[in-house]
């Protein structure tokens, strides 16, 4: 049997103790980290459920909103065709037009507009939402431009165009003001404008009985 000092035996008996110990630490640490690794797995998890449930949100916002714009387009073109396909004037129809809108938009306490306009107004408007409000512009723009039959064909689409502008700013006008007045005003001065232009003029259709006659 060795035989020790105290002070050698001290020595071992701490050694021993601080070696015993070692694995226990080794152990705390990696249990660590593997909690860590578990807590940062459960973040991800959940970082990617949210992800999911916004995009899922928008998507149902974003089909909700193309189910608004595709019943304006109905509803608004029959509006717009009981309007252009009267036997007036063009000056009378956008009278008529403003007119129609102004009582209406005082009606609902001045909150709805023209929906493809309030949409497009918004920030981040999608590419998909962009396609669709072009398209039921350029259906009511051909409405608008199948009842001028005092301008000549080749100007219809532009004049509708002009048309259609004009009365979706002055919708916002009317809104944000919370009167009618710059809707009423409005078409009072495109009407006047739009006579002046075509009016004195005849209509292609007028044109070509005249000559028939002659």
């Given at each position: 049997m060795?035989?020790?000092?105290?002070?050698s035996?001290?020595?071992?008996?701490?050694?021993?103790?601080?070696?015993?110990?070692?694995?226990a630490?080794?152990?705390?640490?990696?249990?660590?980290?593997?909690?860590?690794?578990?807590?940062e797995?459960?973040?991800?998890?959940?970082?990617?459920?949210?992800?999911?449930?916004?995009?899922?949100?928008?998507?149902?916002?974003?089909?909700?909103?193309?189910?608004?714009?595709?019943?304006?387009?109905?509803?608004?073109?029959?509006?717009?065709?009981?309007?252009?396909?009267?036997?007036?004037?063009?000056?009378?129809k956008?009278?008529?037009?403003?007119?129609?809108?102004?009582?209406?938009?005082?009606?609902?306490?001045?909150?709805?507009?023209?929906?493809?306009?309030?949409?497009?107004?918004?920030?981040?408007?999608?590419?998909?939402?962009?396609?669709?409000?072009?398209a039921?512009?350029?259906?009511?723009?051909?409405?608008?431009?199948?009842?001028?039959?005092?301008v000549?064909?080749?100007?219809?689409?532009?004049?509708?165009?002009?048309?259609?502008?004009?009365?979706?700013?002055?919708?916002?006008?009317?809104?944000?003001?919370?009167?009618?007045?710059?809707?009423?005003?409005?078409?009072?001065?495109?009407?006047?404008?739009?006579?002046?232009?075509?009016?004195?003029?005849?209509?292609?259709?007028?044109?070509?009985?005249?000559r028939?006659?002659?």
């Open positions: 060795e035989h020790l000092s105290p002070k035996q001290m020595t071992r008996t701490a050694m021993d103790l601080l070696s015993r110990s070692r694995p630490e080794v152990k705390i640490k990696e249990g660590g980290s593997a909690s860590a690794a578990s807590r797995r459960g973040a991800s998890a959940a970082s990617r459920e949210g992800e999911a449930s916004a995009a899922a949100q928008r998507r149902a916002k974003l089909e909700l909103t193309l189910v608004t714009v595709k019943e304006a387009e109905r509803d608004i073109g029959q509006w717009l065709r009981t309007v252009f396909h009267q036997r007036k004037t063009i000056a009378q956008v009278v008529l037009l403003f007119n129609d809108a102004a009582a209406n938009l005082e009606t609902s306490g001045f909150t709805r507009g023209c929906p493809p306009a309030v949409v497009m107004s918004q920030v981040g408007a999608s590419e998909e939402l962009r396609v669709v409000c072009r039921v512009f350029a259906v009511w723009q051909d409405i608008i431009a199948a009842g001028l039959d005092e000549r064909p080749a100007a219809r689409r532009e004049t509708a165009e002009l048309i259609l502008g004009a009365l979706e700013g002055a919708l916002i006008l009317s809104r944000a003001a919370a009167t009618k007045e710059p809707l009423l005003r409005s078409g009072r001065s495109l009407a006047g404008l739009l006579a002046r232009k075509f009016q004195a003029a005849p209509s292609g259709r007028k044109a070509k009985r005249s028939r006659k002659r």
